[in-house]
């Protein structure tokens, strides 16, 4: 979305066009940012323009940084980052509060282009998701669960072969962003990301259809 304003440079009143988000990060409504305040940051060349979100239940506010010259500036990026990415299915909490906690730190680790770091976080928090998920399938085994490798929980706790197929395959991507070398080189954390959402979704279909066989029993 383009906004004009007008911002101070070497004492001069200057107009100029922004590219400004029509989302807001915060809370992910599609919004129009009223504009609070610009500053053109002399260290970095860059004009930083402040906004708020106009959605009564938010009213988050944002810090644009743009790039270009003048009278036209592009975005760059915005703070906080938008973490659309780290929106889960509500579910997804009661089987792991821990697992959805540390999936958002991951998720805007790589936002924030810390990819390093996102890696292994996206591992950590998607073992957290298996071996809850498995403790909630097998409540007696919690003990042997918490202190199995993940692989092990993956093959000896996960029936549904959907559920398993992309869990083994996570885990792969996911060993992959934590140790010294790489095994599976035409892959990265964007695919670990999109596996984990592929788990979620077939445990979300093994959950519903076991639901409607216990409530729709055979005659």
């Not at 915060?26 to 009223?34: D, I, M, N």
């Not at 591992?123 to 809850?132: H, Y």
């Not at 669960?145 to 885990?171: F, H, P």
Request: aromatic share 10%.
């Amino acid at each position: 979305m383009q906004l004009k304003l007008h911002y101070q440079k070497d004492k001069q009143q200057i107009n100029a066009t922004v590219e400004v988000p029509d989302e807001c990060p915060t809370c992910g409504r599609l919004v129009v940012f009223p504009f609070q305040n610009s500053a053109f940051n002399h260290l970095t060349k860059e004009l930083e323009t402040i906004h708020h979100c106009p959605n009564r239940d938010c009213g988050a506010f944002i810090v644009c940084y743009h790039t270009g010259q003048q009278a036209s500036w592009k975005l760059r990026k915005v703070e906080p980052p938008s973490l659309s990415d780290a929106r889960l299915p509500s579910f997804v909490s009661e089987i792991s509060s821990s697992f959805v906690s540390i999936f958002r730190e991951a998720v805007e680790a790589k936002d924030r282009g810390l990819i390093q770091i996102a890696g292994p976080g996206y591992r950590k928090a998607f073992e957290f998701l298996i071996k809850d998920y498995a403790k909630g399938r097998a409540p007696s085994d919690s003990e042997v669960i918490e202190k199995m490798a993940a692989a092990g929980v993956v093959k000896n706790y996960i029936s549904d072969v959907r559920v398993q197929a992309v869990a083994k395959r996570a885990l792969w991507i996911g060993n992959d962003e934590t140790h010294y070398l790489r095994k599976w080189e035409d892959r990265d954390i964007n695919d670990l990301a999109v596996l984990i959402k592929l788990t979620i979704e077939w445990i979300d279909i093994e959950r519903q259809s076991a639901a409607y066989v216990d409530d729709m029993p055979e005659s």
